[in-house]
């Protein structure tokens, strides 16, 4: 049985920074591909950033490209998520999630397994 857990969330300034993490408990961890998603209430759950399984390839929205770096660490079962430059508008519920399927997807339906989420609060 596959379960994520986020960490990592808070809050912080505008122009500063978070390092979310995503562990995952199961196994096979190399063998997923991993995605973040965020969520602010009223709102369809949005994708930031994914990467394969191998780490060699990742994929971003547009509009975060630069700002958010994903990672992956198989040794130690153990996604991240680095934001910079943070800005009110990233405040959201962030969640971490895992699917086999080899393609860094960005629809939510694609997904298998889902962590419970962290808030990250930007403020102003």
């Known amino acids: 049985q596959v379960q994520l857990v986020e960490s990592g969330g808070g809050l912080v300034q505008a122009g500063g920074s978070l390092r979310l993490s995503c562990a995952f408990s199961?196994?096979?961890?190399?063998?997923?591909?991993i995605g973040w998603f965020r969520q602010t209430p009223g709102k369809e759950r949005e994708f930031v950033a994914g990467i394969s399984w191998s780490g060699g390839n990742t994929y971003y929205t547009d509009t975060l490209k630069g700002r958010f770096t994903i990672s992956r660490d198989n040794a130690k079962n153990t996604a991240y998520l680095q934001m910079n430059s943070l800005k009110p508008e990233d405040t959201a519920v962030y969640y971490c999630?895992?699917?086999?399927?080899?393609?860094?997807?960005?629809?939510?339906?694609?997904?298998?397994?889902w962590g419970q989420g962290t808030q990250v609060t930007v403020s102003s």
């Open positions: 199961g196994r096979f961890f190399s063998t997923y591909t």
């Open positions: 999630a895992a699917q086999s399927d080899g393609t860094i997807y960005t629809s939510t339906y694609r997904y298998y397994f």
